[in-house]
């Protein structure tokens, strides 16, 4: 049909793991609360680094979300996440802006 699925804010609650087993899932977004600081928290580092890990062993890709910086993006490239989502890749846009085509 088409239809991916991912698994939203991973990590973020103790039953995500659960759901890795049960759930025929396409890709892992790792929740923000990692990525924000990552670049000072070896902890937080350590975390991201394992979920995509995991996810890669799973054959799922990855997502990065809430990358605000471009230090996030250089150690999400070196972890080797396979996409990034928040400020620094795309602002946020008002949403009758992104329903009209001609702005």
Request: proline letters at 3%; charged letters at 20%.
């Amino acid at each position: 049909m088409g239809v991916s699925f991912a698994l939203d804010d991973f990590g973020s609650g103790l039953s995500s793991f659960a759901y890795l087993k049960e759930l025929p899932i396409d890709c892992l977004k790792i929740d923000s609360s990692f990525i924000k600081t990552m670049d000072n928290s070896d902890v937080d580092y350590s975390v991201v680094s394992t979920i995509n890990h995991l996810g890669h062993i799973m054959g799922v890709s990855t997502v990065a979300e809430g990358v605000e910086n471009r230090s996030q993006h250089q150690l999400l490239k070196k972890i080797g996440v396979d996409y990034i989502q928040g400020f620094l890749s795309k602002d946020s846009q008002p949403l009758d802006k992104l329903l009209d085509p001609s702005q």
